[in-house]
């Protein structure tokens, strides 16, 4: 599914709601996420989950069934890695030559890249609720997120071709193939005590994090992390007839 098509669920999702349905309150939330981009297994490549920060504030609506709500949220959410991979492939080595210049030989390569994700997402969660009981409730739904800072760099050791040697610490950026829009479901659980919550729930992206035309790995890489939350909820008085 495009983004923009499930941005169009999401919108509807929210706002396309039963003539019935009434806002219940708004609350402010601060958490964590943990976990990592994810991709198919790779000979020789490892990572290590990153643990950071998000924060926001939602608003949730009573649907006609009184045991149904569904909620819409907006998060600023930092979504960390550490990873090792290994990668090769051809490229063009400038050597000099006296008397000519820089010219320019292909060679093939091969790298082992240790490096980071830090990504600063604006996230939009929608997900349908279902009361338990008095304190508890299950949901899922989906999410939507733009990309307002990303960072994919890191360090290369590369073993050049015959005849080009080996660099150690090469500069490694590929911030600028990340895409621009992620996408997801989203599924967990909230447990309140009065107007505190704690709230735990696993977000899947469905598309990959880089742009199509990156060509240094050959499948998606998914966004895949556990959020923990705890946050203040205000909810609506009940008029009085």
């Not at 009981?133 to 899922?140: D, I, L, M, T």
């Not at 966004?223 to 946050?231: A, K, P, R, T």
């Amino acid at each position: 599914m495009k983004f923009p098509k499930l941005l169009g669920l999401l919108f509807l999702a929210a706002w396309f709601l039963p003539a019935q349905a009434q806002f219940d309150g708004v609350g402010f939330k601060v958490g964590l996420n943990v976990g990592s981009p994810v991709t198919e297994p790779t000979e020789g490549a490892s990572g290590s989950p990153g643990v950071t920060g998000l924060k926001g504030m939602f608003f949730r609506f009573n649907l006609p069934n009184e045991k149904m709500q569904i909620q819409a949220e907006a998060l600023f959410s930092l979504k960390a890695a550490t990873f090792a991979s290994p990668f090769s492939g051809d490229t063009i080595i400038y050597q000099y030559i006296p008397g000519v210049g820089s010219l320019p030989f292909p060679a093939d390569f091969s790298a082992v890249v240790e490096g980071r994700f830090r990504n600063h997402y604006l996230e939009v969660p929608v997900t349908f609720r279902y009361l338990t009981s008095e304190h508890f409730a299950v949901y899922g739904g989906l999410y939507g997120a733009y990309l307002l800072m990303g960072d994919n760099t890191g360090l290369a050791d590369v073993q050049l071709g015959t005849g080009f040697g080996f660099r150690e610490d090469e500069p490694f950026d590929q911030t600028e193939f990340l895409f621009p829009w992620d996408y997801g479901v989203v599924a967990g659980s909230e447990y309140r005590c009065d107007n505190i919550f704690f709230d735990l729930r696993a977000t899947v992206g469905l598309g990959s994090i880089y742009q199509r035309d990156y060509a240094q790995v050959d499948s998606p890489v998914r966004n895949i992390y556990l959020q923990g939350s705890i946050g203040y909820y205000l909810q609506k008085k009940a008029s009085k007839e």
